[in-house]
């Protein structure tokens, strides 16, 4: 019977309040990640607070980048940055400034690369614009530098954009210096700490309260069995802390808003203050697939449990648990035990026996491999936000931080080659690609292809380059405009 209690334990445990140590690592992680993975800003709940504040102080300016977000996220580019353009001089918040340029950011880096292909279509787009929309680009990343000092995943956007310039040999010192970071980083995850966190976190209440919401409005949550459960996931949201730091939050807004405003505004705050606007390094599409290599599908695995996911059990399965009782009872009430304790046994466990059953020897119930079942799926199941009131849970995300850095290290040794062949030291490129291909290990495996193959066809190994592009092809995905 202890296996019931330690899975209702389990239940209960999942949804006490959060530890801090859950929210900065979740933080490092969501920075690692990018923007690709947040939320779509509610586009209806947005006009109303533009409209409510006219635009103006921190809810006003938030609502506009909340507008630019969506923009964004919609393919829009040109509609995002002119929203920026609109409130980037009347925002005085450092966050929701820095938040600003990196959607801009973003978004010319998007128009660049819709202008750039439009340079292959006879009559599009002349080569003026887009050296106009590079030097613009230019200065968001020296808007950002300024205001990011010391944070690693930004020099390595500022090197890339630096590399895709022409500036080898600038780019390449760059990249050096952020692997130096990165191996830096990845050793002291691997060292015991109560918890990690990437250069620059804060505790803005905007990243403590969107974490209390995620957690109680998670998608494709199935409906609850366990009333007890559904009481606990209730309370997140209805408890006093949850309360008390909403009221906080529309306190420091210092506007008069409804809770599904206030609801909006904090995941764009949040978005502001885990900083990971500016950046796209673990894109969920992509022309090429991922490397499918067992230590690659690992990883691939560990990153996947980052989303919070929701384990499937049946409701049969639920119900034939619940109603269970044992095959046979090894148990009676007081007075029988009493008199047969009192009465003359030669053989005492025997007797037992025979009077009361088999006992302890009988199966648990009558749905005993059910269970079993049901509780080897939840313990197999990865670690959801919901578990952030236990200890484990941070030292989790610490590791998907440490696989997230790890294949970060091997996207700049791939861009340290890259420079190197450009700057025409082939020979010191080539071992570099031949250890992140040979650690097997890297999803986005593709870079590490197209950039040996180049090297080798600039070096003349023919052959060698011949074997990584059929390599490369195989990953190329198929589409209609292939067929």
């Given at each position: 019977?202890?296996?019931?209690?330690?899975?209702?334990?389990?239940?209960?445990?999942?949804?006490?309040?959060?530890?801090?140590?859950?929210?900065?690592?979740?933080?490092?992680?969501?920075?690692?990640?990018?923007?690709?993975?947040?939320?779509?800003?509610?586009?209806?709940?947005?006009?109303?607070?533009?409209?409510?504040?006219?635009?103006?102080?921190?809810?006003?300016?938030?609502?506009?980048?909340?507008?630019?977000?969506?923009?964004?996220?919609?393919?829009?580019?040109?509609?995002?940055?002119?929203?920026?353009?609109?409130?980037?001089?009347?925002?005085?918040?450092?966050?929701?400034?820095?938040?600003?340029?990196?959607?801009?950011?973003?978004?010319?880096?998007?128009?660049?690369?819709?202008?750039?292909?439009?340079?292959?279509?006879?009559?599009?787009?002349?080569?003026?614009?887009?050296?106009?929309?590079?030097?613009?680009?230019?200065?968001?990343?020296?808007?950002?530098?300024a205001a990011s000092p010391g944070?690693?995943?930004?020099?390595?956007?500022?090197?890339?954009?630096?590399?895709?310039?022409?500036?080898?040999?600038?780019?390449?010192?760059?990249?050096?210096?952020?692997?130096?970071?990165?191996?830096?980083?990845?050793?002291?995850?691997?060292?015991?700490?109560?918890?990690?966190?990437?250069?620059?976190?804060?505790?803005?209440?905007?990243?403590?309260?969107?974490?209390?919401?995620?957690?109680?409005?998670?998608?494709?949550?199935?409906?609850?069995?366990?009333?007890?459960?559904?009481?606990?996931?209730?309370?997140?949201?209805?408890?006093?802390?949850?309360?008390?730091?909403?009221?906080?939050?529309?306190?420091?807004?210092?506007?008069?808003?409804?809770?599904?405003?206030v609801v909006e505004l904090v995941?764009?705050?949040?978005?502001?203050?885990?900083?990971?606007?500016?950046?796209?390094?673990?894109?969920?599409?992509?022309?090429?697939?991922?490397?499918?290599?067992?230590?690659?599908?690992?990883?691939?695995?560990?990153?996947?449990?980052?989303?919070?996911?929701?384990?499937?059990?049946?409701?049969?399965?639920?119900?034939?648990?619940?109603?269970?009782?044992?095959?046979?009872?090894?148990?009676?009430?007081?007075?029988?035990?009493?008199?047969?304790?009192?009465?003359?046994?030669?053989?005492?466990?025997?007797?037992?026996?025979?009077?009361?059953?088999?006992?302890?020897?009988?199966?648990?119930?009558?749905?005993?491999?059910?269970?079993?079942?049901?509780?080897?799926?939840?313990?197999?199941?990865?670690?959801?936000?919901?578990?952030?009131?236990?200890?484990?849970?941070?030292?989790?995300?610490?590791?998907?931080?440490?696989?997230?850095?790890?294949?970060?290290?091997?996207?700049?040794?791939?861009?340290?080659?890259?420079?190197?062949?450009?700057?025409?030291?082939?020979?010191?490129?080539?071992?570099?690609?031949?250890?992140?291909?040979?650690?097997?290990?890297?999803?986005?495996?593709?870079?590490?292809?197209?950039?040996?193959?180049?090297?080798?066809?600039?070096?003349?190994?023919?052959?060698?380059?011949?074997?990584?592009?059929?390599?490369?092809?195989?990953?190329?995905?198929?589409?209609?405009?292939?067929?």
């Amino acid at each position: 019977m202890f296996c019931v209690s330690a899975a209702r334990l389990t239940a209960l445990a999942s949804h006490q309040p959060i530890l801090p140590p859950s929210v900065s690592t979740r933080v490092a992680v969501m920075r690692f990640l990018g923007d690709g993975r947040s939320r779509m800003p509610n586009i209806n709940t947005i006009n109303t607070l533009i409209t409510k504040t006219g635009a103006k102080g921190l809810a006003g300016n938030a609502s506009v980048l909340g507008k630019a977000m969506f923009y964004l996220k919609r393919g829009n580019p040109v509609g995002a940055i002119a929203e920026i353009d609109k409130i980037l001089p009347e925002i005085s918040d450092d966050a929701l400034k820095r938040f600003a340029v990196g959607i801009r950011l973003r978004a010319r880096n998007d128009l660049l690369d819709m202008k750039e292909s439009a340079l292959k279509v006879h009559g599009g787009i002349t080569e003026l614009e887009v050296s106009d929309i590079r030097a613009a680009l230019r200065d968001d990343y020296k808007v950002l530098e300024a205001a990011s000092p010391g944070c690693w995943l930004f020099e390595l956007a500022v090197a890339e954009y630096r590399l895709y310039e022409g500036c080898a040999k600038d780019a390449y010192d760059s990249f050096r210096l952020v692997e130096k970071s990165i191996q830096e980083y990845i050793l002291s995850l691997k060292k015991p700490s109560p918890s990690q966190a990437l250069h620059g976190t804060d505790n803005h209440a905007s990243l403590v309260l969107a974490f209390q919401l995620s957690r109680a409005r998670t998608p494709n949550v199935p409906k609850v069995s366990s009333k007890i459960v559904d009481e606990a996931i209730k309370c997140i949201v209805e408890g006093y802390s949850t309360k008390e730091a909403t009221l906080a939050f529309k306190k420091d807004l210092g506007a008069a808003l409804t809770d599904e405003e206030v609801v909006e505004l904090v995941y764009i705050f949040e978005a502001a203050h885990i900083r990971h606007h500016f950046h796209d390094y673990f894109p969920l599409h992509e022309d090429y697939r991922g490397w499918g290599s067992e230590r690659a599908n690992a990883a691939k695995g560990t990153l996947a449990s980052h989303s919070t996911s929701s384990v499937f059990l049946d409701d049969k399965l639920l119900a034939s648990i619940r109603t269970s009782v044992p095959h046979q009872a090894f148990y009676a009430g007081e007075d029988e035990l009493r008199l047969f304790m009192s009465s003359d046994h030669k053989d005492l466990i025997a007797e037992l026996r025979h009077t009361f059953g088999s006992g302890p020897k009988t199966s648990l119930a009558k749905s005993e491999d059910a269970y079993f079942d049901a509780l080897k799926a939840v313990e197999n199941s990865p670690m959801s936000a919901d578990a952030a009131g236990s200890a484990a849970y941070p030292v989790s995300q610490n590791d998907i931080c440490l696989c997230l850095a790890q294949q970060l290290l091997y996207r700049t040794r791939v861009n340290i080659a890259v420079a190197l062949t450009q700057l025409d030291r082939l020979e010191e490129a080539v071992p570099i690609l031949d250890g992140v291909i040979n650690a097997d290990e890297y999803i986005y495996m593709w870079r590490a292809l197209l950039a040996r193959g180049e090297a080798n066809k600039r070096f003349g190994h023919i052959g060698k380059s011949d074997e990584d592009f059929r390599q490369l092809l195989q990953l190329k995905r198929i589409t209609s405009a292939d067929a």
